[in-house]
């Protein structure tokens, strides 16, 4: 089921509340350009831009500050895919882990797994090794076919 954006609004604002956080104008602002561009795994650059659109008063230093609290109450994940950019990623509370990527190292595409393939190995790490997972999250990395295939072909052409 597909929240509405107020509702995922007002249920970041009580994750904060419990902390003893509000939601300030800058951070709502911060929020709402995440959850409105949720599958763009946005850097703090980029909602930076998205937000001083709306909200022209806003520095970096504010949306930094807001998506590193984000990140330290888990309410979104900081991840780096290999480009050495950092980029933010809304949590989900339909999975108790973040979700999985796959990331094609030619084209830069970035699909995202929802599904937990790992329960049966966290299930073992508990029963083998005493150890409780508490999170994790898993990124594949590798080349798409249709870019294998541009590939083959590009290096074809600057072979003849």
Known sequence: MNKTITEQLDK??????????????????TVRV?????NDHL??????????DKFPEIGLATVYRTLELLAELHIVEKMNF?????????????HAHMH?????????KLAEIK?????????RLEREYGFTVADHRLDFTG????????ECQRARKAVS
């Open 12 to 29: 970041i604002n009580r994750q904060l509340m419990s902390r003893s956080y509000k939601l300030t104008a800058q951070r709502e602002a």
């Open 34 to 38: 995440l959850l409105e561009n949720e």
């Open 43 to 52: 850097s703090a650059e980029d909602v930076f831009m998205l937000v001083k």
């Open 82 to 94: 290999g480009d050495g950019v950092a980029r933010y990623d809304l949590r989900s509370e339909d």
């Open 100 to 108: 999985h990527h796959l990331i094609c190292t030619t084209c830069g």
């Open 115 to 123: 599904d937990d393939w790992l329960l049966e190995l966290e299930k």
């Open 143 to 150: 080349v798409y076919h249709a870019c294998k295939s541009n």
